[in-house]
T-cell receptor, first 117, second 115 residues
Framework: DTGVSQDPRHKITKRGQNVTFRCDPI?????LYWYRQTLGQGPEFLTY????????KSRLLSDRFSAERPKGSFSTLEIQRTEQGDSAMYLC???????????????FGPGTRLTVL | AQKITQTQPGMFVQEKEAVTLDCTYD???????LFWYKQPSSGEMIFLIY??????QNATEGRYSLNFQKARKSANLVISASQLGDSAMYFC????????????FGTGTKLQVIP
């Protein structure tokens, strides 16, 4: 399977604990995105990477959230001191940027569903 | 920044009939792109179709076509010959120029195909 993969698929944690999610993009894709999706809503942009550089962060990404893509391949999203409001599906997507072309569709992973008790 | 509006929370369509899902957008950027994604109950987001703001013709991909009306700022998805497997959430999304690194999604339309 050469699609986007995410691990774990489900995570249940207690409020106040730290959690870390991993995303493995499609291997040749240079862009990687993180989104959060709550029930009944569309995905909300959190952040994106061009290779290893984190180029944009949403205001939704509070100080408790941090994302890395150390070697320009896989990425991790860490949430510290989780709150019940963090419960959501966290989606990762990747795309291939060909230098300004607009039709670089984003390929999504299956998501990590986080439940904070 | 883009704003995407989907005003139909839910739609029903008879199997084999065509259905139109509405999407309007608001952006001040002269160059932008519009996307439609399908999200079945299993949760994965599946890319369906893309329309660039400078594209002269409406995009088509198999049974999917995008009715792009720039003056009205609408980008409706038309699904022809609906199938039971089309039952899912459908999201319209838009991104501004520069590779659409930040894509904004609408709230989605839940489509149910009736046998």
């Amino acid at each position: 399977d050469t699609g986007v993969s995410q691990d774990p698929r489900h995570k249940i944690t207690k409020r106040g604990q730290n959690v870390t999610f991993r995303c493995d993009p499609i291997s040749e894709h240079n862009r990687l995105y993180w989104y959060r999706q709550t029930l009944g809503q569309g995905p909300e942009f959190l952040t994106y990477f061009q290779n290893e550089a984190q180029l944009e962060k949403s205001r939704l990404l509070s100080d408790r959230f941090s994302a890395e893509r150390p070697k320009g391949s896989f990425s991790t999203l860490e949430i510290q001191r989780t709150e019940q409001g963090d419960s959501a599906m966290y989606l990762c997507a990747s795309s291939l940027d060909l230098g300004g072309r607009g039709d670089n569709e984003q390929f999504f992973g299956p998501g990590t569903r986080l439940t904070v008790l | 920044a883009q704003k995407i509006t989907q005003t139909q929370p839910g739609m029903f369509v008879q199997e084999k009939e065509a259905v139109t899902l509405d999407c309007t957008y608001d952006t001040s950027d002269p160059s932008y792109g519009l996307f439609w994604y399908k999200q079945p109950s299993s949760g994965e987001m599946i890319f369906l179709i893309y329309q660039g703001s400078y594209d002269q013709q409406n995009a088509t991909e198999g049974r999917y076509s995008l009715n792009f009306q720039k003056a009205r700022k609408s980008a409706n998805l038309v699904i022809s010959a609906s199938q039971l497997g089309d039952s899912a959430m459908y999201f319209c999304a838009g991104g501004n120029s520069g590779g659409y690194q930040k894509v904004t999604f609408g709230t989605g339309t839940k489509l149910q195909v009736i046998p």
